[in-house]
């Protein structure tokens, strides 16, 4: 597969369906960073009239697990990716059109070059905040993903 964001809306589709129906997107794609929007609507809505916070993990996670995929597909070698720790903060309401973006990809080819070099698992610490309309920060997740070069 090809990275685009068009091709990773179509990913989520079939692997990630629950992200898909949440309207859960991908605006951009490239080298540096990863940019997944959000829309709060009725799918995605909690009790307090925000968006619910899960909803919240998923757009953050995929902005930093898709930036992850675009570096092991240009490696070329089949990588393991786990999530093995999570930490969210949440300082706002989420309402309206939510904007999570990751740009660490200079983390992370420094990571897959690090397992590639050592033979061993290596693991980076990749941040996303949630942005609205206005530019406020509504949440902030941290995810400290594994990443070890299968044999």
Do not use: Y
């Not at 940019?35 to 930093?64: C, D, Y």
């Not at 983390?107 to 033979?119: C, K, P, W």
Request: proline letters at 1%.
């Amino acid at each position: 597969m090809g990275f685009s964001a068009k091709k990773l809306n179509l990913f989520l589709i079939t692997n990630l369906p629950s992200a898909f129906l949440c309207g859960v997107r991908v605006e951009s794609i490239d080298q540096v960073q990863c940019r997944v929007n959000v829309r709060h609507k009725w799918i995605n809505k909690n009790p307090f009239k925000s968006m619910f916070w899960a909803v919240q993990g998923m757009a953050a996670e995929l902005s930093t697990g898709a930036l992850i995929m675009l570096k092991i597909k240009s490696l070329n070698r089949k990588v393991s990716m786990l999530v093995i720790k999570n930490e969210a903060r949440f300082t706002k309401k989420a309402k309206g059109r939510i904007s999570f973006c990751c740009n660490q990809g200079f983390d992370i080819d420094n990571a897959l070059n690090a397992a590639i070099t050592s033979g061993e698992a290596q693991t980076v610490v990749l941040h996303a905040e949630g942005h609205d309309e206005t530019g406020d920060m509504v949440s902030k997740f941290h995810f400290e993903w594994t990443l070890k070069i299968k044999s």
